[in-house]
């Protein structure tokens, strides 16, 4: 790919589009967060930001990038994990935190329309103020909703909710060549030609930049209750939940956890979990609108449990007790993260009875290839976070054994009729494993869809199928 | 779009790939049936009608017309209503409601593979013999499941469930090129690359043929409980629903009915309805596992609705009452159907606070224009099923009126910022329609994603963007 190269003439008409220099950041005012996200395995130093907070000057920008030949990367929080929002072909990035507005709450059409900076936590914290829930829950709060949606986040409530494309309703995006574009809105259904909504959604800012969402907002449930459950082995543990899904529970969440992760999480947050004694456990939460309701649920899935090797079943109902759990838990990948020197995840998703399988896979892998391997992730939605851990291999080694951790457990996913990714997207890193696991024909198309939208190939170059 | 002249050879060589004769029609064993779809506003006569019983022949046959440059629609049970399965450029219809077999339940993951001549009533009835549930319920019950993800099928139970989409997991497909492609699977989540498996649902045929389909099911509900609730005029009753919907009290359907539509049902069916005293009627159904949880979510709605003037509330919870009223309500269309000559509709979808006064504003029409229109729908999710009848008008006139109405009719639908089709498509007859509402570069990118699956333009050419 040929783009122009980037002048300070271009900086200085970029400045003159915006009309405010203190947002184009150029050359040293650049900071080194801006070439890598929360992974840090690829970095590229782009020429130039800019702090966008407008629709209007993201098209400008773009306008000028389409016509000028500078290829453009979309940025929000930087919390990605495969390298999507970082510039491999310089150029500018596009950082979006800024638009972080909440722009209306909807009580008769039950939809929240916001800026794509917003973060999900602040999201999920507003709408629960008047009874209403933003159900998509991935670990990592701080992440922007534009994020979310560029990856198809999903989380732990994928189980009973869906993921995030299940709440978007609606988009306003501005295409690579600056024009915007509004698609869906807040209507529920919609059969209105090629369904480019959900396309969008999980395009990790390849073919536009998402400037509004309007999502779908369900009724809170008015009470959740956690079960926490020990088991003598992760196997053991995580074969009981194919039995789970069976008995038609519908569960909110179905965790799976060992200890290494539940002390690595006690140690990070100088916290202690409520109980750390057995070898594996599953976290299950519940959600309903009366206790009943929510007892009925979970007392079969506690026999279940029980007829199947749990230790014991602890019942977690009241919001301290949920919160130092979940706090554990959605620490997790920083706990590990702070165990090492650096690491690497695979994030497969694989059919629901397959997770035991593939996770006693890693084990054996881990002792082959003399690497440590963690995992923790979301039993009932057979999606797997599976990091491995650099410690003190020197860069060769790493890159080699890290090189045959990946192609060997990415092989056996795809032996499993799973997926290469789960929720955190393709990006970067990702794009060899997404290649030997698609068929030619499927990269073709997608290399079509990408050229449909963007025929100069400016907007996130060199991602997924590229 | 020039292609073959279709000869006798063709035929010849067809049924050399197939090997069967019986199910390859020619000339004048082709029934008329073929030329049309259930509303019958547009027939063209296809050459060759072949009856594939495999994902092989349908592979073979695609192939075959690739390579010779033969346009190929493909064809369900013929129930659309917008003319998508009509061979506009003649060559082959490619039925598939031979491929109609179960394949497998797969009680683990929640799963259900089936062909796509399946019937929708067939598919449901299977799974509730296992407590499962696919909720998708159209009206069209002797639709088949590859139709309903061709259209993005939504159905009465939208409101709560969602729509076709979101209960397909995973499809096999045979591209315009005889190749065959399988995307997604029994996973739950999947975020590799962009999502063709939602771009192929609502496609209507123009981008692959479906032969596979992985089906998510959900527990079956336990109890469901209908409520007809009598209303002294229409704009009441559906001004009542955005309250409804506010509450939180999450109805699993909410529709909206005229005096008009139950009498024609009643005639009909010959069976009389629970009540026709009422200038309109709103129906609602709550399911759930136990009466007092569903008690409790109706208990609010029924006083919002006595509250917001409605005349009484009538509690349905025998499946015998109940079936009198959906079945009623199952018969609108063909009950509408009979009380004239000859008809079109319009399916817009609309923000669920703006359906009263889109009815409203067909009621001012239908006095302005001097011809009758009726309507029904899902209040509950904004999409409203109209239908103007010819009855005694000339073909001019009736052409004339027709699409005065249609015009008028969609660019209201526009301004309330809904969408051209909430669930029949577009189809051939409502392209104009789409064209009006969608920008040019909407209209455009359409296009370009058609070219990166069908760069010969053969597969069901005419339809939607183009």
């Not at 789970?244 to 200890?259: D, L, Y």
Request: proline letters at 4%.
């Amino acid at each position: 790919m040929e783009y122009k190269v980037f002048e300070i003439e271009d900086y200085r008409n970029i400045v003159k589009l915006l009309g405010d220099s203190d947002r184009v950041l150029y050359g040293e005012e650049i900071s080194e967060d801006y070439s890598r996200d929360e992974l840090g395995s690829v970095r590229v130093m782009p020429k130039v930001v800019v702090k966008a907070i407008s629709t209007e000057e993201v098209s400008n920008i773009m306008r000028y990038a389409y016509e000028n030949n500078i290829p453009v990367t979309p940025r929000g929080a930087g919390t990605g994990l495969v390298g999507a929002a970082v510039p491999i072909y310089g150029g500018i990035v596009m950082d979006v935190s800024g638009m972080n507005k909440i722009l209306e709450l909807d009580e008769e059409n039950l939809t929240l329309t916001v800026e794509p900076g917003v973060l999900l936590m602040e999201l999920s914290k507003y709408v629960e103020q008047f009874d209403l829930f933003y159900p998509p829950d991935p670990g990592e709060k701080t992440a922007t909703i534009g994020g979310n949606i560029s990856t198809n986040a999903g989380g732990m409530r994928a189980v009973k909710y869906g993921v995030t494309r299940d709440y978007v309703r609606g988009l306003e995006v501005v295409l690579p060549n600056g024009e915007i574009m509004n698609i869906g809105g807040k209507v529920v259904k919609n059969s209105s030609g090629y369904d480019l909504k959900d396309l969008i959604v999980g395009s990790e800012g390849t073919l536009v930049v998402i400037t509004k969402a309007i999502l779908k907002l369900i009724p809170l449930p008015k009470k959740a209750i956690s079960l926490l459950i020990p088991f003598n082995s992760l196997e053991n543990a995580i074969e009981t939940v194919p039995k789970i899904i069976k008995s038609k529970s519908a569960p909110t969440a179905v965790e799976f956890m060992q200890r290494a992760a539940i002390e690595a999480a006690e140690e990070f947050l100088k916290k202690p979990f409520p109980d750390n004694t057995s070898d594996a456990y599953l976290l299950l939460t519940f959600d309903g609108n009366s206790k009943e309701e929510i007892e009925r649920a979970y007392e079969g899935v506690a026999n279940i449990c029980l007829d199947s090797g749990a230790l014991d079943v602890f019942i977690s109902d009241t919001e301290e007790r949920q919160e130092a759990i979940w706090s554990a838990r959605g620490a997790f990948l920083e706990a590990i993260k702070a165990l090492t020197t650096e690491m690497d995840e695979v994030d497969v998703v694989v059919p629901r009875n397959k997770v035991a399988e593939f996770v006693m896979f890693t084990h054996t892998l881990e002792e082959k290839l003399n690497v440590r391997i963690k995992s923790f992730g979301h039993a009932g939605d057979g999606n797997l976070h599976i990091y491995i851990l650099r410690d003190d291999l020197s860069e060769d080694m790493w890159k080699k054994k890290l090189s045959e951790a990946m192609e060997i457990m990415y092989d056996k996913a795809n032996k499993l009729n799973g997926q290469v990714s789960g929720e955190h997207g393709i990006g970067y890193a990702k794009k060899r494993y997404l290649f030997n696991a698609l068929s030619e024909e499927m990269i073709a198309i997608m290399r079509g869809i990408k050229l449909a939208f963007d025929p100069k190939n400016i907007l996130n170059p060199g991602k997924i199928a590229q």
